[in-house]
């Protein structure tokens, strides 16, 4: 059977990464989950996100199925910008088609609005461009722009991660929004509406329950030190990108600490995709990590429905390591 890997589909995960590598030279600020901007005279940061929903698109157009892709726009930006501890403020979306169909595009704000209600933030407007010969019939591309606040200094930027820390895993929905272009590599148009179900399941947004676990554990000392999305990269390059850099710690996941959802495996033998292709491409069924102290973690692991403690912060050399 031949082998099925995420470059082959087309994305190329590490020149994704030498682009933000060139450009933190330039602007040393970026590459994080959000970023951070000073509100002057005030206590606060304003934090901000931008993302989109990917080829997971090209599926809702194959099933003309738009009533839960906006969420999946809001919740790209809202679980990155709660990694760094900020409250979602409010959001702007950006819906580019050929030729516009009202009611086609009404259903995706909608689904937008559905997901700033889920993460406690406001629509307050967008662009909508139409551009005739440059999308398909039926097509569009989503963009979608969250601003949040943090107070200064209760930041979570991962620079107290340390040996010792514990690594706890929050369930995910199915793919979310990421691997589709892998997926729809692997799957017939038969499979994939056999599997549509979980396929189109609406990324899992986290806003709630994160930011009052850290209003609970984080209020007197800093329990929760690292808070990763678990997207593009997945396992190895998300939870890299929040380790200090200076520091020799590693990150060990265990992966039988957790069930992985029968969607993936799925995916995974139907391709024939390598392991660490899979684990670096999918979320395997856990689309948010926790980085937390020792003494915390029963208590945040129970606060979380269906959290799993998945690995463990060590001395070593920096990286992540899945075994």
Request: proline share 4%.
């Amino acid at each position: 059977m031949p082998i099925t890997t995420y470059e082959e589909a087309g994305v190329n995960i590490n020149a994704g990464n030498e682009l933000v590598k060139r450009l933190k030279k330039k602007f040393p600020k970026i590459g994080g989950f959000g970023g951070l901007f000073p509100i002057v005279g005030t206590k606060y940061n304003l934090v901000s996100s931008t993302d989109g929903v990917g080829t997971k698109l090209k599926l809702a157009f194959k099933l003309n199925k738009h009533n839960s892709v906006g969420i999946d726009l809001v919740a790209m930006n809202v679980n990155d910008i709660i990694c760094v501890g900020a409250k979602p403020l409010f959001f702007l979306d950006y819906f580019a088609c050929g030729k516009l169909d009202v009611k086609q595009a009404e259903q995706v704000v909608e689904s937008i609005a559905k997901g700033c209600e889920l993460s406690g933030s406001r629509l307050i407007g967008g662009e909508t461009a139409e551009m005739p010969g440059f999308y398909k019939d039926g097509e569009y591309d989503l963009a979608g722009f969250s601003v949040g606040i943090v107070e200064k200094g209760k930041e979570i930027s991962g620079s107290k991660i340390k040996p010792g820390n514990v690594i706890i895993g929050l369930p995910s929905s199915g793919p979310h929004s990421n691997g589709y272009s892998l997926i729809r590599k692997i799957f017939s148009d038969d499979e994939l509406e056999k599997y549509s179900k979980q396929l189109l399941m609406p990324t899992k947004i986290y806003v709630k329950e994160v930011l009052s676990a850290i209003a609970k554990f984080n209020s007197s000392k800093q329990n929760i030190v690292g808070i990763a999305h678990i997207t593009g990269g997945s396992f190895y390059d998300k939870i890299s990108r929040i380790l200090p850099q200076k520091k020799d710690i590693r990150v060990i996941i265990e992966k039988k600490s957790w069930k992985v959802p029968e969607i993936f495996k799925i995916i995974q033998t139907k391709g024939n995709v390598p392991e660490t292709d899979i684990y670096r491409t999918l979320n395997m069924g856990i689309g948010m990590v926790l980085i937390v102290c020792s003494e915390a973690v029963s208590k945040i692991e129970k606060f979380f429905k269906g959290a799993k403690v998945i690995g463990r912060i060590e001395k070593g050399k920096r990286g992540v390591e899945l075994i």
